[in-house]
């Protein structure tokens, strides 16, 4: 899932471009310290195939490198650390210290936002 393709960033976006010329994004922004991940996006056709999983993954590698905590925005990057808590020490408070059912209630509450937002 995912092999062979690279994400790559520059100071407000990581991205994996596909042969078909399309592009998938995670957008982010860094303040006080802390990289918020803001909003991940994937060409449909291009959908399960863990895209998103590594554009978080250079997310993570790049907050580690550069000492900066994760705001997970986005309901790709909550579902994320809630699929993977052994990474979640790269969280800024309050997110490190939740609990998996504050954690998946605020998976739920990102996921409306989202919706809501697109409905209106």
Do not use: W
Not at 86 to 101: Q, T
Request: net charge neutral; hydrophobic share 35%.
């Amino acid at each position: 899932m995912g092999e062979g393709l690279e994400v790559k960033y520059t100071s407000q976006v990581f991205y994996v471009k596909f042969d078909d010329g399309s592009k998938a994004f995670l957008k982010y922004s860094v303040e006080d310290g802390k990289m918020v991940l803001i909003e991940t996006y994937t060409p449909e056709q291009h959908r399960g195939k863990g895209v998103a999983r590594l554009m978080v993954e250079k997310a993570i590698e790049v907050a580690s490198r550069e000492g900066l905590k994760i705001v997970p925005l986005c309901s790709y990057s909550v579902y994320y650390f809630l699929k993977n808590p052994a990474v979640r020490n790269m969280l800024a408070e309050p997110y490190n210290s939740m609990g998996d059912e504050e954690f998946k209630k605020y998976y739920e509450e990102r996921l409306q936002a989202e919706k809501a937002k697109k409905s209106g």
